[in-house]
């Protein structure tokens, strides 16, 4: 029992997580619905304004509800922004690389194939999300 309190202890942060992703994937999802349908807007440009607006919305609920981290400094939350959005950015090329090489290369290019190597590329770049997020953009300070 005592081992799993441990483990739940080391990665209670995951709950939250997969809620807040949930909901940023929804506010994604809405944000497009509405400019696309009620706009003349490229689907293009408001695919990136959706995930703009989505991933501003996942810093702050990773930042404050997923892993409670501070900034003491315009310093650190200026690191802790950049840093999140170049990991979104890395992980989102990422991501359409490896439905590229499935559909694309492999020839997997049927609405099952293509719906297949989009889970697959969504499942690699939540949990490098998660990791970049982790380590990288709200790491916490070591104790001087």
């Known amino acids: 029992m005592k081992s799993l309190i441990e483990l739940y202890q080391k990665h209670r942060d995951l709950i939250p997580y997969a809620f807040w992703g949930v909901a940023t994937t929804v506010v994604n999802m809405v944000i497009f619905t509405i400019l696309t349908q009620f706009t003349n807007i490229n689907y293009s440009i408001t695919y990136g304004i959706a995930w703009f607006i989505s991933v501003l919305f996942a810093f702050y609920t990773n930042k404050y509800y997923v892993f ?39 020839g997997f290019n049927n609405k099952l194939g293509k719906n297949i190597w989009n889970i697959i590329q969504n499942i690699v770049v939540v949990i490098l999300n998660y990791f970049w997020a982790i380590f990288i953009s709200f790491k916490e300070k070591e104790a001087k």
């Open 68 to 106: 409670h981290t501070k900034h003491y400094s315009a310093k650190e939350f200026w690191y802790q922004i950049t840093t999140f959005f170049a990991g979104r950015l890395v992980t989102g090329i990422l991501g359409l690389g490896i439905l590229i090489f499935g559909v694309s290369i492999l």
